[in-house]
């Protein structure tokens, strides 16, 4: 079970809500960390947030991730734009996907 996965200048996780990787900077400039791999803590709140334009739906998209991960738990914010929205869940394992380049956000503090 590997739920946070080493990377340049941080970690990547997998957001359940966004159903994407997220990308943590861990450092000065970043988000700080208790140093636990099972169940990882990051401090402060993480902010995702991305605009773009769906061509299935014709129509601009506007969305907004933000939670805390405490313990290995991810508590996401009310005003998230996906179903999570306000709930809590355990972290998930970073997927496969991953080794093979699948598409990261990054989270900025
Ligand atoms: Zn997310």
Not at 21 to 37: A, S, T
Not at 92 to 104: A, C, D, K, R, S
Request: net charge neutral.
């Amino acid at each position: 079970m590997c739920v946070i996965r080493r990377t340049g200048g941080g970690f990547v996780h997998q957001c359940p809500g966004c159903n994407q990787l997220h990308w943590i900077v861990v450092g000065d400039d970043g988000h700080r960390w208790d140093g636990d791999l099972e169940r990882p803590t990051f401090w402060p709140k993480f902010q995702n947030m991305s605009t773009g334009y769906s061509p299935m739906d014709k129509q601009q998209f506007h969305r907004h991730c933000s939670y805390y991960i405490v313990g290995g738990v991810i508590q996401f914010d009310a005003d998230c734009t996906h179903p999570y929205a306000g709930k809590s869940m355990p972290m998930p394992e970073v997927p496969y996907t991953f080794l093979t380049g699948g598409p990261v956000a990054k989270a900025v503090a």
